[in-house]
DNA sequence: GTTTAGCACTCACGCTCCCTGAGTGCTAAA
DNA sequence: TTTAGCACTCAGGGAGCGTGAGTGCTAAAC
């Protein structure tokens, strides 16, 4: 059953003044605030009819409404205004945005930590290939007679490099004859194809190398690996006490446990937003881990080039201003799509063309 | 004035048994625990001159003492016994060392979150250079016509790449003379001899190649800006709930955004480790920072080589098992020279040597 | 001089009781 | 269908009170 028009704007007016106020919100508040022209007996009955079909809540008898998690949904859904960002806050979020571009991960990390600071609650973040990596080439540079220096990069573009100490002498030409042998043998080759046997193959045409093929490309095996399988990122977390919802210690505690510790299930939550390709909100309930039943979410996806998605998300009391957290986590999703967009040559140096 | 043998053995007790309870402890209570064979009331007395001497506080009239902040630093100089840590302990201990040798950095900040779970307190962690760090060597690889993987090596052996992406095209040679270029001119040069004239010199001597000199020094510039300034690591920050002393949110938030925030700050705190060598705590109102006033710091630092020092520590109340917290602390930093002072062919593929 | 027993005193904590006021649901009139 | 009126409910806050742990002091015992 569809609800009436005054239903809904007084629906909204519940969610809205909750939001802000974080207090049950009762009828004679509202007939003052709404630009309703009925009386607050009239707003009551709405009221008890709002909350006969589950959209609102009472704490106890004698006190006003809250809105349940299916109130939230049909606010967000059907009577959430976009919220526009204020001049201000764009410029805020575009100078956050001039990061270094450094490592992927740590760009990641910042983008959380970014994020959180922007709306108040704590953030996560975390990148996901949706194919297998392989590695594209390897590079070996000599240092000295006993060490030398791994390169390899991925099909993503993604370089990575170990300094590797040896216990023997090394030349240039036996360098070379590894290299080669990397290159032609372990390139291109998904995790799960560089097999021991690969290996052993391998370090036999290598001859007497004290096994350093199986060192390099275990290297290798680490990096797609570390790519694959990348961490979640959480950050501020502490701002959770900021809400009144979480002044009791106990839950704080369970909540912020769950964020900060438990890594791999903090995955899961994010996994929703990889699906789809703009703004997600989950509310309470709808969240799979029992840990966020009293807890939304916020996602939003990125796109970071080369068959890699970026999601970034907060968390927080299902009493969370929604439209200017979308608002504000679909703009910094946007901004990071164009910075990882643009050609590597960075903004920083490009006037060097005297 | 020295104290009497019966009074240092009362302020041990009342020391401990308030560790462990974070209770104000009576004198009954005293009397049967600790191995005195006197009366309550004799404690009484003692109670009350350990008092006007300022090692013990008392909450109210009518509640028993706690130790003062001078309390705590005469039991950790004069009365803590050396915690030995249980076999089960350093075993635990020994597993989560087995650590991945990754980057450096990853390394520290995982080094943290170790230390966080054992002890159950927020810890952080940080690496300090006691020089100046430099290039030790540049080396140039071309991918394709217009990209190469520019790689550079500290002299504390710390190794570092990026991929530059070009507009236009690049050949071999070229590269090899910009390679060569690059290290008879910035080598061994710490960050603030790296000046814009010497890269107008080095560019100018390039010929025309699209400012390519001043991109990689840049880089090079930030990889050294980046080691010698390296943040700080926090982990564990939600264990602060854990403690009685800060069930009031007011207090914990506070601390909390102390620690995850203000990384700037949060390194003043590591600072005094810096200059002793074995394990240092810091009591309350010993600590420089206001935030933490009344609050415990325990610090130990360990050797990473190439003049780095690392420092891991834990925060918690001033009702700190200190004994046992610095024993886990030291043993761990124990075990981290150690991990960085063997040589890097890791132990996780030394058996190849069919 | 030190230790002990005894005793009066203090005061946080937890309990109940009570009041207040916001907010409700219902009924009857507009 | 809306409104005014009214009785009812109930969380929250404050006052008052009893309890008990713990104290300091005094006077006797060692």
Redesign the interface.
């Known amino acids: 059953m569809e609800l009436s028009e005054r239903k809904k704007k007084i629906l909204r007016a519940v969610v809205e003044s909750y939001i802000q106020t974080a207090e049950p919100v009762g009828s004679k508040a509202l007939a003052e605030l709404a630009g309703l022209k009925v009386s607050s007996a009239t707003i009551r009955n709405d009221l008890a009819d709002l909350t006969e079909q589950g959209y609102l809540e009472q704490p106890h008898t004698s006190a006003g409404r809250i809105p349940s998690p299916k109130g939230y949904r049909l606010y967000v859904n059907e009577l959430m205004e976009e919220q526009r960002l204020s001049l201000e806050e764009t410029k805020q979020i575009n100078e956050a945005l001039h990061l270094?571009m450094?490592e992927l991960d740590k760009v990641i990390g910042q983008a959380g930590r970014m994020v959180s600071q922007l709306t108040n609650y704590p953030a996560f973040a975390l990148a996901e290939g949706s194919r297998r990596l392989t590695i594209k080439?390897f590079?070996l540079?000599l240092?000295d007679s006993a060490?030398f220096?791994a390169?390899v990069?991925t099909d993503s573009?993604v370089?990575?490099?170990?300094?590797?100490?040896?216990?023997a002498d090394l030349s240039e030409p036996q360098l070379q004859l590894l290299t080669t042998l990397l290159n032609t043998a372990f390139v291109g080759k998904t995790l799960d194809q560089l097999t021991p046997e690969l290996m052993?193959v391998a370090?036999h045409a290598a001859g007497g190398s004290?096994?350093l093929i199986?060192?390099v490309v275990?290297f290798a095996m680490?990096v797609l690996d570390a790519l694959e399988n990348s961490p979640v990122y959480t950050?501020?977390?502490?701002h959770l006490?900021?809400h009144p919802e979480?002044?009791d210690?106990g839950k704080?505690?369970k909540l912020?446990?769950y964020l900060?510790?438990d890594r791999s299930l903090a995955q899961a939550l994010a996994l929703p937003a990889l699906e789809g390709d703009d703004t997600k909100i989950l509310i309470g309930p709808e969240n799979v881990a029992d840990e966020l039943k009293d807890t939304s979410v916020v996602l939003a996806s990125y796109d970071i080039g080369d068959g890699m998605k970026g999601v970034i998300g907060v968390v927080g009391p299902t009493r969370m201003d929604y439209a200017k957290v979308a608002a504000k986590l679909s703009y910094v999703a946007d901004g990071l799509s164009k910075l990882f967009g643009q050609?590597?040559?960075?903004p920083?140096?490009p006037e060097?063309?005297?």
């Open positions: 270094k450094q080439r590079d540079i240092v060490s220096i390169v990069m573009s370089v990575k490099n170990k300094l590797f100490r040896l216990p052993r370090e004290y096994g199986s060192l275990s680490e950050a501020g977390a502490s006490l900021d979480y002044q210690v704080a505690q912020m446990s900060t510790e050609p590597e040559l960075p920083s140096a060097k063309e005297e």
